[in-house]
């Protein structure tokens, strides 16, 4: 659009402008063009508008899921809000430029205060979603490089079963569960084998995602604390789980149990 334009007589571009702006008729072959080119180029912005936002939430749901087949505390990384304020923004910007792109110019011709109110709101959605951004408490991206395998040959189911024996046991009798920033690299230094095979292993055969996995470990430590030692606080029993708040302890004890902490300690 832009090439064509610069190569148009100036003459041309202000009866094609004019045409565009208020509805002029269109005086020759040119002015045709150029108007055919800018009906394209709002058509093919339309079409970019859904598809980064079709794509923008694929990513951010398969990252999610990523997320929790490697982290047992996703408290930390405030994934929640950052999810809902970055798919609200997304929508939220979208739908604005999707309007203005579809109607075009001629609508704000002598009423430039809208434009001004549609900047001002994008301005402000930008100013959100950015500290939100900065808010985030980075994903260690340098786990030590030689745990970083992801792309691993094919396993014999027996190995896989020895994996499984050696990740149970180390739960039971370690209990890594009780360190709140435990990372599926962590454990599978532990027990010798690499984040692929654990993560297969869970996926598959445990039929849950590392993050329930673990929760599911400091559940049923919290359960055994809030029966055995009743004197101690929610904070208390928290801490004492592993869990990495006591906001998390309460929302995955009850999204598993269908009661909050205190409510089970009085049963």
């Not at 604390?225 to 789980?241: M, R, Y």
Request: contains cysteine; aromatic residues 14%.
């Amino acid at each position: 659009m832009l090439l064509a334009s610069s190569l148009a007589s100036l003459e041309d571009y202000q009866v094609y402008m004019n045409h565009i702006l208020h509805t002029t008729k269109l005086t020759n072959q040119t002015t045709k063009i150029l108007t055919y080119l800018y009906d394209g180029s709002r058509y093919f912005h339309l079409i970019q508008i859904l598809a980064y936002n079709i794509l923008s939430i694929h990513f951010l749901l398969k990252t999610k899921k990523s997320m929790s087949n490697s982290f047992s505390n996703l408290d930390k990384f405030q994934l929640r809000y950052f999810y809902i304020v970055t798919i609200s923004f997304i929508l939220l910007m979208s739908i604005p430029g999707f309007y203005i792109t579809y109607i075009g110019r001629t609508p704000f011709v002598g009423n430039e205060f809208s434009l001004l109110y549609f900047s001002i709101i994008f301005t402000i959605l930008y100013l959100i979603l950015a500290i939100v951004g900065l808010k985030q408490i980075p994903v260690e991206k340098n786990i030590s490089h030689q745990f970083k395998n992801t792309n691993s040959p094919e396993i014999h189911l027996d190995e896989l079963k020895e994996i499984e024996i050696s990740l149970l046991k180390y739960f039971k009798k370690e209990k890594p569960w009780l360190n709140p920033h435990l990372n599926i690299w962590n454990v599978a230094k532990s027990i010798g084998t690499n984040r692929s095979y654990v993560s297969k292993i869970i996926n598959e055969n445990l039929n849950c995602n590392f993050n329930q996995f673990v929760n599911d470990y400091r559940i049923s430590e919290a359960k055994r604390l809030l029966k055995q030692q009743p004197q101690l606080s929610i904070a208390e029993i928290s801490e004492l789980s592993g869990f990495g708040s006591v906001n998390s302890f309460i929302r995955i004890f009850k999204m598993n149990n269908k009661c909050t902490p205190t409510q089970f300690k009085k049963k």
